[in-house]
């Protein structure tokens, strides 16, 4: 089942994120990280944000970490999401790259359950042949 009813604001797959969305259709992380100076960013872009080079590649990612900030939506601001609230939004900062922040949902978890700090684990909303979301869920800590 769709977190959110589709089809709704689905991403451009073409220009500097093409190759993440290709990743993600494969079920695959990637962040693009500068091929001259190590940093990664995300969402990609033509240049890097520390050296300005346009040297850059995709590489993979665990897609684990834990979330950084959240937000629980009420309002029906837009008029696809009548009636799906209320929702979340959070911030992972992934375990590889933690100046990383993603944006997305948490998936098979109460809201009321949401904290900053939990850890969380990458899993893929297949949309269509062309387009996978990547989202994330709780990942249990053994003691």
């Known amino acids: 089942?769709?977190?959110?009813?589709?089809?709704?604001?689905?991403?451009?797959l073409e220009g500097p994120a093409a190759p993440y969305w290709a990743a993600t259709r494969?079920?695959?992380?990637?962040?693009?990280?500068?091929?001259?100076?190590?940093?990664w960013r995300h969402p990609p872009g033509p240049v890097c944000w520390r050296c300005r080079s346009a040297n850059a590649a995709f590489e993979p990612v665990s897609?684990?970490?834990e979330i950084?900030?959240?937000?629980?939506?009420?309002?029906e601001l837009v008029p696809e999401l009548a009636g799906v609230g209320p929702y979340n939004v959070i911030v992972v900062s992934l375990a590889e790259a933690p100046d990383v922040h993603?944006?997305?949902?948490l998936v098979g978890t109460p809201?009321?359950?949401i904290a900053v700090g939990l850890p969380v684990e990458v899993v893929f909303e297949v949309v269509d042949?062309?387009?996978?979301?990547?989202r994330f869920r709780r990942v249990e800590v053994s003691s």
């Open 111 to 113: 809201n009321a359950e």
């Open 26 to 39: 494969e079920g695959r992380l990637v962040v693009q990280r500068c091929a001259d100076c190590q940093a």
């Open 63 to 65: 897609g684990k970490g």
């Open 129 to 134: 042949a062309e387009v996978a979301l990547p």
């Open 68 to 75: 950084l900030s959240y937000t629980i939506v009420h309002q």
């Open 1 to 12: 089942m769709a977190f959110f009813p589709i089809p709704f604001h689905l991403p451009s």
């Open 102 to 105: 993603i944006v997305s949902n």
